[in-house]
């Protein structure tokens, strides 16, 4: 076994593009952004149900701002694996959002956003493996739940395709009560309940969108979800997807551009039986749109 003296461990930052080439495709996220144009869509178990029974739910739906700062970490983390070693550019990232009309706090958030496209042979090795996953975000939140999402990212001229989403539960069984879903359907000022990607398309009609970088990540792409016993009891997140577009758009009349920051993300929850002794728990997609700027 080789020893190994305590210096060798110490990390030194580099120059702006040493950092910025550690991170790849996420470079752009470094700083800070502030948006007013959130939107929150969540159910949840009504007063007095009980989630692991047949039972009502309710429907929040609230806007927000949000303010997020991404820091870089300032060197490549290495992952050590033999004949191989893994060079990860990392973002630390804290989120805070508060509602819009009354500035409670309804969400805080942070953790790691990960490049780990880069991987480097030891002496003697020249074959490379090809990752998976190039991304990854990490993220803890004071509800009780940690979750890891890996994906990839794609770098294309032109404004981001933002594809229709739903927040209506997929299946709730068989012989669901007539206007059981109606509270998704109530027209609301300012966000399609139903397809909340249709609003947040609307954020950027009209602008000249030079480039997106679109970073689409999962937990089922070998990631994952952990839950205290309560979240898990009562309603509990099995899966967290999320889309973001990271866009380079042109100011009018002019030659300078700003970068621009989208998403769309859901996490599914778990509660109530589904109707007809249909087995399992109805999914109910929790959805957050936002559109945020550069600082």
């Known amino acids: 076994m080789q020893s190994?003296?305590?210096?060798?461990?110490?990390?030194?930052?580099?120059?702006?593009?040493?950092?910025?080439?550690?991170?790849?495709p996420l470079a752009d996220l470094a700083g800070k952004w502030?948006?007013?144009?959130?939107?929150?869509?969540?159910?949840?178990?009504?007063?007095?149900?009980?989630?692991?029974?047949?039972?009502?739910?309710?429907?929040?739906?609230?806007?927000?701002?949000?303010?997020?700062?991404?820091?870089p970490v300032g060197a490549?983390?290495?992952?050590?694996?033999?004949?191989?070693?893994?060079?990860v550019g990392a973002l630390e990232y804290e989120l805070r959002i508060n509602d819009l009309e009354t500035a409670e706090v309804l969400h805080v958030e942070n953790g790691m956003w990960l490049y780990l496209g880069n991987i480097q042979p030891d002496s003697g090795t020249s074959t490379l493996p090809s990752p998976a996953f190039t991304i990854a975000r990490s993220a803890t939140v004071p509800h009780g739940d940690s979750t890891l999402v890996l994906g990839n990212s794609v770098v294309e001229p032109g404004a981001p395709n933002i594809p229709d989403i739903s927040t209506l539960p997929p299946d709730t069984g068989q012989g669901t009560p007539f206007g059981y879903l109606d509270p998704y359907l109530v027209p609301r000022t300012g966000i399609n309940v139903s397809n909340p990607n249709a609003t947040l398309r609307q954020e950027s009609e009209g602008q000249t969108i030079l480039s997106t970088t679109t970073m689409q990540l999962d937990s089922q792409n070998q990631g994952g979800i952990n839950n205290i016993p309560f979240i898990a009891q009562y309603a509990q997140p099995t899966r967290f997807q999320c889309i973001f577009w990271l866009e380079t758009v042109q100011i009018p009349n002019s030659n300078q551009t700003f970068q621009q920051l989208q998403y769309s993300q859901i996490i599914d929850l778990e509660f109530h039986k589904k109707f007809g002794d249909v087995p399992g728990l109805i999914t109910w997609p929790h959805a957050n749109i936002n559109t945020l700027r550069k600082q």
């Open 76 to 87: 490549p983390v290495r992952n050590r694996g033999g004949a191989l070693d893994q060079f």
């Open 34 to 71: 502030v948006g007013s144009q959130g939107w929150n869509i969540i159910a949840v178990p009504s007063s007095g149900s009980q989630p692991q029974d047949t039972g009502d739910f309710q429907l929040l739906v609230r806007p927000y701002t949000e303010t997020i700062t991404f820091v």
């Open 4 to 24: 190994i003296v305590p210096a060798t461990f110490i990390r030194l930052g580099g120059s702006q593009q040493q950092i910025s080439d550690t991170l790849g």
